[in-house]
């Protein structure tokens, strides 16, 4: 009786050479045997001689399915899979026939030989080689995989890290990548690897990305089982991120709400909308507004800080968000950048006691360095929650004009973040069809240094102080939109 010893490297094609060759011959699968070069030839076996001429096609999906199965630990999956080939010859709709017991053996080992390489190609964890001198970088891991699944995962890393040495070395075949030349070897023994400097970094983000509050410790192994952990660095995290999630996730509960992702600002726009009316009396407005919690910004500011000035004024002036100044005072423009306002006012003839001064967002968004606290910008979903308190003075005020000072009033009143160079001067449509002129923030001439720009800004900003004043008198807004 003829017996294959089908070699560990070039598997697939050696065993599809030796199974067209008996099958041409009329070779049934019970005259042969088979086995890999692990395994010795029996006592009384044939060396295989499988040739003969008599054309046989095969279901090009059992192709796909063979050149996958070989590669299974199972010492018969050459067997079976001839087996399953010799029937296929002759029925070839047996191939999707999901009642054969024997299909529904070899697809089981197909999936479990995917899976495996799955895993290969996820937890495999390169330690870097060379030196910082050497032409290209070089990386080796050792890998321990259920099946022979290095020769058909190796193109995956191949076209990943094609411009870098690399090998995997495992108990079965080992893979290496030279100077872009993939070869295989067999037999080598574990190496000891160097400790990789990023390491560390790569446990710190695996803690990071690590959420407790979603931990599922089955789905979590049946997805990196333990049999893996030992060579991935992060593993060693494992047992105390499980011990400390269930008080993590409590604490992340009592936590105040984060901000959703950029991507909600619109449907969170849409909401405050339909929230922003204030429906207290006026004089709680301001209260309120400093019970607000409606996204981080509270947790780190001093106190909101509420809008000021008459309720019936004709002009509101809406700034970004209150300063180090403002958060302390609890008043609007009051620090540097408010003090520049009352100057420029001042030329242009505007009484800010007559207009109602207030921001675009209420707290004071920073990031402590050293003694400071530096400014921070609202982004667009801050910017969507506060909208609701601006709406509501707005409602309350009512005002013939507003003028808004920089790019996160502008967004908030008119929804666009275009930018404030295109658009300073002109008049847009803001909420309940009141018209928002728009301006530089003062704040814009403090970081100017170059002395002629600093005096052409200026000019242009007490341009639109005055237009704002004669607007906020007599707008015909059929002139604007
Ligand atoms: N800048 C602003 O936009 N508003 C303030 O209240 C202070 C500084």
Redesign the pocket.
Known sequence: MPHVTLPRIGTAQAWRDAARGFLTAGVPPEAVTWGDSSVEAGLFDDPATGTGSRPVTVPRSFIGLANTVVFHNDPARFARLYAFLWRLKDAPHLITDRGDAELAKLRQMEKNVRRCQHKMKAFVRFRELGGPADPRRSFAAWFEPTHHTIEPTAGFFTRRFADMDWRILTPDISVFFEDGTLRFEPDHPRPTLPPDASEDLWITYFRNIFNPARLKVQAMQSEMPKKYWKNMPEAAAIPKLIAEAPARARAMALAGPTLPPRRAAAALAQQAANVSAWQGPSEELPRAISACRGCPLHRTATQA?AGEGPLDAALMIV?????D??DLQGR????P??QLFDQLAAEAGLDRSRAFVT?AVKHFKFVPRGRKRIHQRPNSDEIAHCKRWLDAEIRQVRPRLILA??A??AEALTGSDKAISTRRGSVEKGPEGVPVLISR?P?YLLRLRDAAEKHAARAEAVADLKQAVELSQNIDLKKYY
């Open positions: 800080v700034g970004e968000q209150p300063g100044h403002e609007p423009f009051v620090g950048a408010g921001n000072l920089g996160t009033a923030h704040s």
